[in-house]
């Protein structure tokens, strides 16, 4: 499967914004699908998934009430919803697919991998 993210921006602190991947495929509907980031200087670290059927997600403690993770299998697509977004949300978000049934939270749990879409939150 090939992804592509796009929603990126700039935001102040307190602020929204909604990035969203587009998956090309018939079978994205099988995947596990997992948004990481990676701020300047650090590894990349898991953010949010969600399971193939949306009914499971998972977030990381330091997204988990204001980030929500959704996905429309009938159009292939992916979406983070970020609520009160911080200056350290600030990174490089990529979204990633997973042949898996898990909902993994490791880089090398997932098989497929986006661009990348930047996000900068000021204070």
């Known amino acids: 499967v090939q992804l592509q993210a796009f929603g990126g921006g700039s935001a102040q602190a307190g602020g929204s914004l909604r990035l969203s991947c587009a998956a090309s495929g018939r079978t994205f509907s099988r995947y596990t699908m997992g948004w990481f980031r990676q701020a300047p200087g650090k590894e990349r670290e898991f953010a949010a998934a969600?399971?193939?059927?949306?009914?499971?997600?998972s977030y990381a403690d330091s997204v988990k009430g204001r980030f929500t993770i959704s996905r429309d299998n009938a159009k292939n697509t992916v979406s983070l919803q970020m609520n009160n977004l911080k200056p350290e949300d600030t990174a490089v978000y990529y979204c990633?697919?997973?042949?898996?049934?898990?909902?993994?939270?490791?880089?090398?749990?997932?098989?497929?991998w986006g661009q990348g879409t930047q996000v900068t939150v000021s204070s």
């Open positions: 990633a697919a997973d042949r898996s049934l898990g909902i993994g939270t490791l880089t090398v749990d997932y098989d497929s």
């Open positions: 969600i399971s193939w059927s949306g009914g499971t997600t």
